[in-house]
């Protein structure tokens, strides 16, 4: 069974289970079901990620019948995930979403942000998860306007400050702890091999998108990452999200005022620096092609300048040079070390899935990533001008 094709498994899977799912989604105490379909969902990626699917369906009730849909996310422990063992707070321990699913830290987000709801966690065999959720539709499209960063950047800052003013650090032994950047980073310490190689950036596609040679300056940021992390570890910390990015972040129509989103993907959750959330969401949005066309600077401005507000407003006052020199650095190592489509571009068979994620040509995505990457080096020597005033 664990072999078989997840489409193939769900066709199979207990109807009276699944109608319970149901059920629960659309508050309806007689709701029968009959056929579903399945629809693997892409961009589907993770630590952990087995694939993640739409089940759909129409139920029958006495009024009628009524269309359905929930989410089945498959968690399984995958070649990466072995990094952590069994430390329950490494970066990347393979159970924590489910973990954090099936705990109450989920229910109770500060105003603002939820998480699907779910339904249930299903052991499989085969060390694999199945986690059925609230199938929750953003309704903006992939690339957002500035005005919902905006928007989701004070969120964020609302969500880190509530752990630093009112709310207590949750104790769960299976949040991520200290240190999660730099694990991350230790765990993929290989790209500074990639970056090094001179050939690397013989493709013309490269040489075009880079004019101005920057190899010497990425492995600088890889060698300096130590002492940066070193002081970026000292500050204060409070409860992240640790991924929250526009792939993550879902702005549902509806909501009250525009002020509510939804917030995806719990498999890192735990202890981060203040600042972090905004260096998450504004290091992977851009690069990955999440906003309308804009400039790299007005854009992180944009998203550092309302985090801070958030964080303002929900009654912390430390120093902005504190949450500027954590921001900095969350955006530039995590996302100016972690460049994986950079070998793929010396194979094209790779380039489609890039295109299918971002939803442009490779050549398209590269020279956009490679705006980004210039200024993520200099918010690096921003950063490095920072130190000594922490």
Known sequence: MPNTPIETQLQAFDRAILTGFVRQSLNSETLEIDEWHVQPLHNATGIATGGVYRVAGVGREQDGGREWSLILKVVRLTQTGRIAGEDMAHALYWKREALAYQSDLLADLPEGLSAPRCFRVVEREGEMLWLWLEDVRDSYGWRWPLELYVQAARLLGHFNGAYLTTRPMPEYPWLTGDGS?????????????????????????????????????????????????????????????????????????????????????????????????????????????????????????????????????????????????????????????????????????RYGLWECRVGHSMDDFVHHAARWVYYLLDLADEARGLVDEI
């Open 181 to 349: 950047l730099r694990a991350v980073l230790e765990a993929y310490v290989g790209l500074r091999a990639v970056v090094r190689d001179p050939h690397l950036w013989q493709h013309p596609l490269l040489r075009s998108a880079f004019p101005v040679p920057l190899a010497d300056r990425l492995v600088r940021l890889w060698d300096d990452r130590g002492r940066l992390l070193d002081v970026f570890e000292r500050l204060p910390q409070t409860l992240c999200h640790l991924d929250a990015w526009r792939g993550n972040l879902f702005a549902p129509r509806g909501t009250d005022g525009g002020e509510q989103m939804v917030l995806l993907d719990w498999a890192y959750v735990g202890r981060g620096t203040v600042g972090t959330g905004a260096g998450d969401l504004a290091g992977a949005s851009y690069g990955m092609l999440g906003i309308e066309e804009c400039d790299p600077r007005v854009f992180a401005d944009a998203v550092f300048e309302n985090y801070l507000h958030g964080l303002r407003a929900v009654g912390w006052q430390g120093d902005r040079r504190v949450v500027r020199f954590a921001f900095t650095i969350m955006a530039a190592l995590k996302y100016g070390c972690l460049l994986p489509w950079l070998h793929d571009v010396w194979d094209e068979s």
